[in-house]
């Protein structure tokens, strides 16, 4: 584990942090020399990167595995031995010069596929999703078409039931004043005449 961690440390600090800065003072220099001493290091710590993402699942079982890692990566970096510019010129230019022209051929057939597919996919994702926004529309005003029609079922129920007419027919007897008995009046002419008479 304490390997582990210092492998790291050092891939981190001196295999990357330190090379980037000295990249960054050779193209604000324009110094050719060093431009291509780092982009030279840079290509051969991509396929170190690259190599190192398998081996640390199978070889990290070996015996001082992540201590060669550590040696390797000084041996890059060392201007003593020159350890970059001395693997892309036996190894790595010799390789890619002479089967540049089919990775090319590779890598733009891929670039056409992927593009290809990348259009095919977004067509059928755009299709996927009008189809289900055209469905849940449906069913949205579906629903809402049969909730305003309860509504207004409801509505005219109410309506109905509140506006009925009153029932028509006599009050039911002995109910209000209608039930009393009620003595006729006299008229003022005829009680007159009567206390004309008694008086006679």
Same mark, same amino acid.
């Given at each position: 584990?304490?390997?582990?961690?210092?492998?790291?440390?050092?891939?981190?600090?001196?295999?990357?942090?330190?090379?980037?800065?000295?990249?960054?003072?050779?193209?604000?220099?324009?110094?050719?020399?060093?431009?291509?001493?780092?982009?030279?290091?840079?290509?051969?710590?991509?396929?170190?990167?690259?190599?190192?993402?398998?081996?640390?699942?199978?070889?990290?079982?070996?015996?001082?595995?992540?201590?060669?890692?550590?040696?390797?990566? #000084?041996?890059?970096? *060392?201007?003593?031995?020159?350890?970059? &510019?001395?693997?892309?010129? %036996?190894?790595?230019? !010799?390789?890619? @010069?002479?089967?540049?022209?089919?990775?090319?051929?590779?890598?733009?057939?891929?670039?056409?596929?992927?593009?290809?597919?990348?259009?095919?996919?977004?067509?059928?994702?755009?299709?996927?999703?009008?189809?289900?926004?055209?469905?849940?529309?449906?069913?949205?005003?579906?629903?809402?078409?049969?909730?305003?029609?309860?509504?207004?079922?409801?509505?005219?129920?109410?309506?109905?039931?509140?506006? #009925?007419?009153?029932? *028509?027919?006599?009050?039911?007897?002995? &109910?209000?004043?209608?039930? %009393?008995?009620?003595? !006729?009046?006299? @008229?003022?002419?005829?009680?007159?005449?009567?206390?004309?008479?008694?008086?006679?």
């Amino acid at each position: 584990m304490v390997s582990w961690i210092i492998s790291r440390l050092v891939v981190l600090i001196f295999g990357t942090l330190y090379p980037a800065y000295y990249s960054y003072k050779a193209v604000k220099s324009k110094d050719i020399k060093e431009y291509v001493k780092w982009m030279m290091y840079w290509i051969i710590f991509a396929l170190f990167t690259t190599a190192e993402t398998f081996t640390d699942i199978f070889l990290c079982w070996f015996p001082f595995y992540y201590e060669l890692k550590i040696a390797f990566v #000084a041996w890059l970096l *060392s201007p003593y031995t020159k350890g970059s &510019s001395l693997l892309y010129r %036996k190894f790595v230019h !010799p390789t890619l @010069s002479s089967k540049e022209k089919e990775i090319d051929d590779c890598l733009v057939q891929a670039k056409d596929r992927s593009y290809d597919a990348l259009v095919h996919f977004g067509k059928r994702g755009l299709n996927v999703a009008a189809t289900a926004a055209v469905m849940a529309a449906s069913k949205g005003q579906g629903a809402l078409s049969e909730r305003l029609r309860s509504f207004s079922m409801q509505d005219l129920t109410t309506i109905r039931g509140d506006g #009925a007419p009153a029932p *028509s027919g006599p009050p039911p007897a002995g &109910s209000g004043q209608a039930g %009393k008995h009620r003595q !006729p009046k006299m @008229s003022r002419s005829a009680s007159e005449s009567a206390g004309s008479s008694g008086t006679a």
